[in-house]
């Protein structure tokens, strides 16, 4: 049996995770959201997969939290990241966390996929779009291949600029949420409440309020159907993104909250 633990803002990862599990065939696919609820965190399995974006080159801070907390046994174990342009040490920070628990990651893979930080890369065009997506799947049936053929490979550690950067990120990402501005345009509907995999939105008659938490995943400023949420200088009319094979309903049901 393999576990499959995810970690996706606008379903990128979770759409590899998905495809993974079905390319597996033994396998299951556990929200990293919900489970870092739980008081204790058991992660038990022949084989184990994290899977996540990258979050400015290092992994988001729920995943370096669940990976720290979590006791982890398996016989094998992989992370797989993806990304917009460069994943920089992502694998190194999981490879370093499993280290302290004197734990060895066996496989480290890549997966390109859109870009979706939409607030300070802007919405990518149709064609490169088309191009990433494309890339995705392919990269996601090779690491797939790799992880039934219990592939190894080596994930360097030593990423002392990723490693400032990501930590700087760190230490600004709970307290980012309040830099969103909610528009006229919003109705109160709550969608992006219900989608955000940190609970840090709270509904009010008046639309939603942003609390600390927040991973900045780009959920709900991405799946909001009426682009009521913005983020510095991105535009109301710039197109949102997110995978175009995940609807927002099938994020609820895995259990972003
Ligand atoms: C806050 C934030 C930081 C990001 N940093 C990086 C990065 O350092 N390198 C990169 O290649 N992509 C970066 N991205 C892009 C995402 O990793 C990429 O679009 C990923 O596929 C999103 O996955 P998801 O749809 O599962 O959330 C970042 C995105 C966000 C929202
Ligand atoms: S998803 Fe958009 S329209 Fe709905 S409550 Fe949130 S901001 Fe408002
Ligand atoms: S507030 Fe928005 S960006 Fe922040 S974690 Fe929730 S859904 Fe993601």
Redo the contacts with the bound molecule.
Sequence with gaps: MTRIYYF???????WSAKKLAQRIGDAVIVSISREIKQPEIRVEADAVVFMF?????GVPVMVRRFLEKAEIRAGYLAALV???????GALAEVSRVLGRKKLVLNYGGRIP?????IPIFGAQKAELRNRRLALQAEATEQAAAAIVSRTSNRVLTFRPFAGFVSALFHIGCPRMGRLFRVTAACNACGLCARICPAGAISMTGQGPVFQNGCE???ACLNFCPRKAISFGRLKPDTERYH?PEVAAEELFEVGHK
């Excluded at 974006?53 to 080159?57: F, G």
């Excluded at 996929?113 to 930080?117: K, S, T």
């Design positions: 996706s803002g606008t379903g990128n990862t979770y974006p990258a979050y400015a080159y993806s990304y917009g342009s460069s994943p920089g996929a859109v870009e979706n930080y900045q995943c780009q995978h």
